[in-house]
């Protein structure tokens, strides 16, 4: 049965689409089974991962729309060997057509309940902000992973979004947890930085990963070849730290 994580934050550029492109190659590398679904109608995931956005014929949002359909929109990821559920920006309709139905925000939930024996992991990333889509992400998943920037505006984003995350445990899904908190694009040169960690440590302890993805050249570059940065630069920083999440997920997921 899968382990299902939304990567989720309202604030854009924070690392989200970069996170669940190399997790999702990371915790392959560790011999688990994975699917990647793109719920941002931007669709760079989806790009991120080989797959043209632009000629698809089914979508994320054909499963949202008819989610005992969801095995056969499911399509494999250029390289890095997981399973993508596409996206693109068919997606935005979604938001509006979903308000016309009843189950609005048990859509995904739906549909991954038909699928989620076929893998170990199935991880979520979220647009850049606190919608529909966004809520059937938490509403569908076991536990939410924050990547966040190490800067001052970046703690008072987490506060609303944690206040989000209460409002679907108290009345949608009560099981829903925080996996984790990612800092990522970190700089230990930054005395910033290492006080937004010390806070970050302070108020939320074991919930914030020991693994740091730093500022990375190879990392920002990967995307533009379609590949995780797995497979455009093994040996680069951005690359060891997300193989080293990926050890570090499962090590934390054995324990509990």
């Not at 991880?123 to 569908?140: F, G, H, Q």
């Not at 076991?142 to 108290?170: F, K, R, W």
Request: glycine share 6%; with cysteine; proline share 5%.
């Amino acid at each position: 049965m899968a382990y299902i994580i939304a990567i989720t934050n309202q604030k854009g550029g924070v690392g989200k689409t970069t996170s669940s492109v190399n997790l999702a190659a990371s915790l392959v590398q560790e011999n688990q089974r994975v699917l990647m679904i793109d719920m941002d109608p931007q669709g760079n995931a989806t790009m991120g991962s080989g797959i043209e956005k632009s000629e698809l014929e089914l979508s994320t949002y054909d499963s949202l729309m008819e989610p005992e359909e969801v095995k056969s929109h499911i399509v494999p990821a250029n390289v890095g060997g997981y399973d993508v559920l596409p996206s693109n920006g068919d997606l935005t309709a979604a938001e509006v057509h979903l308000l016309e139905l009843d189950d609005k925000e048990q859509r995904l939930k739906k549909a991954l309940q038909r699928i989620e024996e076929l893998y170990d992991y199935i991880l979520i990333d979220c647009p850049p902000s606190l919608n529909m889509l966004t809520l059937n992400s938490l509403v569908a998943s076991d536990s939410v992973i924050i990547p966040m920037q190490c800067e001052y505006y970046a703690l008072e984003g987490l506060s609303a979004l944690l206040n989000t995350i209460h409002q679907v445990q108290e009345h949608v899904n009560p099981g829903l947890e925080i996996e984790g908190i990612l800092r990522t694009m970190y700089d230990p040169r930054n005395r910033l930085s290492l006080e937004v960690s010390r806070q970050l440590f302070s108020h939320f302890s074991d919930k914030v990963y020991r693994t740091v993805i730093p500022r990375n050249v190879r990392l920002a570059e990967a995307p533009s070849h379609g590949v995780p940065v797995l497979f455009y630069d093994r040996s680069s920083n951005g690359s060891k730290a997300y193989l080293a999440l990926a050890g570090e997920i499962i090590k934390r997921r054995r324990a509990a």
